[in-house]
Protein backbone atom coordinates (compact mmCIF):
# COMPACT_ATOMS: atom_id res chain seq x y z
CA UNK A 1 0.00 0.00 0.00
CA UNK A 2 1.06 3.64 -0.59
CA UNK A 3 1.99 5.30 2.19
CA UNK A 4 1.27 8.54 0.30
CA UNK A 5 -2.42 8.16 0.38
CA UNK A 6 -4.40 8.74 3.15
CA UNK A 7 -8.12 6.93 4.37
CA UNK A 8 -10.71 9.10 4.06
CA UNK A 9 -11.29 8.78 7.56
CA UNK A 10 -7.78 10.09 8.59
CA UNK A 11 -7.10 13.40 9.63
CA UNK A 12 -5.22 15.80 7.77
CA UNK A 13 -2.73 18.35 8.62
CA UNK A 14 -2.78 22.10 7.88
CA UNK A 15 -0.29 21.88 5.04
CA UNK A 16 -2.04 18.47 3.28
CA UNK A 17 -5.37 20.51 3.66
CA UNK A 18 -3.74 23.79 1.73
CA UNK A 19 -2.21 21.78 -1.16
CA UNK A 20 -5.16 19.72 -1.99
CA UNK A 21 -7.26 22.75 -2.19
CA UNK A 22 -4.42 24.49 -4.31
CA UNK A 23 -3.59 27.13 -1.29
CA UNK A 24 0.27 27.48 -2.59
CA UNK A 25 2.00 30.38 -2.97
CA UNK A 26 2.87 30.29 -7.12
CA UNK A 27 6.23 31.68 -6.61
CA UNK A 28 7.70 30.61 -3.53
CA UNK A 29 5.32 26.99 -3.27
CA UNK A 30 4.78 27.24 0.20
CA UNK A 31 1.69 26.63 1.91
CA UNK A 32 -0.64 29.62 2.50
CA UNK A 33 -1.28 27.98 6.04
CA UNK A 34 -2.26 31.12 7.45
CA UNK A 35 -5.26 31.43 5.26
CA UNK A 36 -6.73 28.03 6.87
CA UNK A 37 -5.70 29.56 10.56
CA UNK A 38 -7.46 32.95 9.44
CA UNK A 39 -10.56 30.98 7.86
CA UNK A 40 -10.71 29.19 11.71
CA UNK A 41 -10.85 32.35 13.16
CA UNK A 42 -13.81 33.82 11.07
CA UNK A 43 -16.45 30.30 10.51
CA UNK A 44 -17.06 28.47 13.87
CA UNK A 45 -17.39 25.87 11.64
CA UNK A 46 -13.81 24.92 11.00
CA UNK A 47 -12.87 22.93 14.19
CA UNK A 48 -9.47 21.34 13.72
CA UNK A 49 -8.12 19.05 16.39
CA UNK A 50 -5.14 21.25 18.09
CA UNK A 51 -2.56 18.58 19.53
CA UNK A 52 0.85 19.04 21.43
CA UNK A 53 3.05 21.68 19.70
CA UNK A 54 -0.25 23.07 18.68
CA UNK A 55 -0.44 20.92 15.17
CA UNK A 56 -3.58 21.24 13.94
CA UNK A 57 -5.13 18.43 12.19
CA UNK A 58 -8.26 18.38 10.08
CA UNK A 59 -10.78 15.56 9.89
CA UNK A 60 -12.93 14.84 6.56
CA UNK A 61 -15.89 16.98 8.28
CA UNK A 62 -13.66 19.88 8.53
CA UNK A 63 -11.94 19.62 4.98
CA UNK A 64 -15.36 19.32 2.97
CA UNK A 65 -16.30 22.72 4.72
CA UNK A 66 -13.15 24.34 4.62
CA UNK A 67 -13.42 22.96 0.32
CA UNK A 68 -16.83 25.18 0.42
CA UNK A 69 -15.72 28.09 2.08
CA UNK A 70 -12.75 28.19 -0.58
CA UNK A 71 -15.10 27.83 -3.62
CA UNK A 72 -17.32 30.22 -2.27
CA UNK A 73 -14.67 32.93 -1.52
CA UNK A 74 -12.42 32.37 -4.06
CA UNK A 75 -14.15 30.63 -6.90
CA UNK A 76 -17.81 32.44 -6.47
CA UNK A 77 -16.54 35.66 -4.91
CA UNK A 78 -18.57 35.83 -2.04
CA UNK A 79 -17.33 38.00 0.64
CA UNK A 80 -16.75 36.48 4.17
CA UNK A 81 -20.10 37.84 5.44
CA UNK A 82 -21.94 35.83 2.46
CA UNK A 83 -20.04 32.50 2.95
CA UNK A 84 -21.09 32.84 6.81
CA UNK A 85 -24.97 33.74 6.29
CA UNK A 86 -24.90 30.33 3.63
CA UNK A 87 -22.93 28.57 6.24
CA UNK A 88 -25.25 29.57 9.15
CA UNK A 89 -28.66 28.46 6.82
CA UNK A 90 -28.21 26.03 4.38
CA UNK A 91 -31.59 27.18 2.96
CA UNK A 92 -29.97 30.09 0.97
CA UNK A 93 -28.65 28.04 -1.00
CA UNK A 94 -31.58 27.49 -3.08
CA UNK A 95 -31.63 29.35 -6.16
CA UNK A 96 -35.63 29.93 -6.46
CA UNK A 97 -38.44 28.10 -4.56
CA UNK A 98 -39.00 25.06 -6.48
CA UNK A 99 -35.43 23.48 -7.15
CA UNK A 100 -33.01 23.31 -4.33
CA UNK A 101 -29.80 23.40 -7.23
CA UNK A 102 -27.80 25.88 -5.29
CA UNK A 103 -24.03 26.48 -4.88
CA UNK A 104 -23.35 23.03 -2.70
CA UNK A 105 -26.50 20.68 -3.35
CA UNK A 106 -26.85 20.89 -7.23
CA UNK A 107 -27.68 17.37 -8.42
CA UNK A 108 -29.33 15.60 -11.43
CA UNK A 109 -32.80 16.29 -10.56
CA UNK A 110 -32.25 20.44 -9.97
CA UNK A 111 -30.06 20.17 -13.64
CA UNK A 112 -32.97 18.08 -15.24
CA UNK A 113 -35.30 21.12 -14.17
CA UNK A 114 -33.26 23.76 -15.55
CA UNK A 115 -32.66 22.35 -18.92
CA UNK A 116 -37.00 21.83 -18.78
CA UNK A 117 -37.55 25.64 -17.83
CA UNK A 118 -35.03 26.49 -20.34
CA UNK A 119 -36.51 24.16 -23.31
CA UNK A 120 -39.95 25.74 -22.29
CA UNK A 121 -38.49 29.25 -22.76
CA UNK A 122 -36.65 28.13 -26.27
CA UNK A 123 -40.12 26.80 -27.59
CA UNK A 124 -41.59 30.48 -26.96
CA UNK A 125 -39.03 32.20 -28.21
CA UNK A 126 -39.51 29.79 -31.89
CA UNK A 127 -43.20 30.81 -31.43
CA UNK A 128 -42.65 34.21 -31.51
CA UNK A 129 -40.28 34.35 -34.07
CA UNK A 130 -43.24 32.58 -35.88
CA UNK A 131 -45.58 35.16 -35.46
CA UNK A 132 -43.32 38.12 -37.01
Not at 22 to 44: A, C, H, I, M, P
Not at 75 to 85: A, F, M, R, S, Y
Request: net charge positive; glycine share 6%; proline share 2%.
Amino acid sequence: MNNDIKLDSAYRTIGEITKELGLVDEKTGNSKTYVLRYWETQFKQIKPLIRAGKRRYYSRKDFRTIKLIKFLLKDKGLTIKGVKKILNDPKSLHLDGNTSSGVYKANLESAKIIKTKIKKISKIVAELKKLK
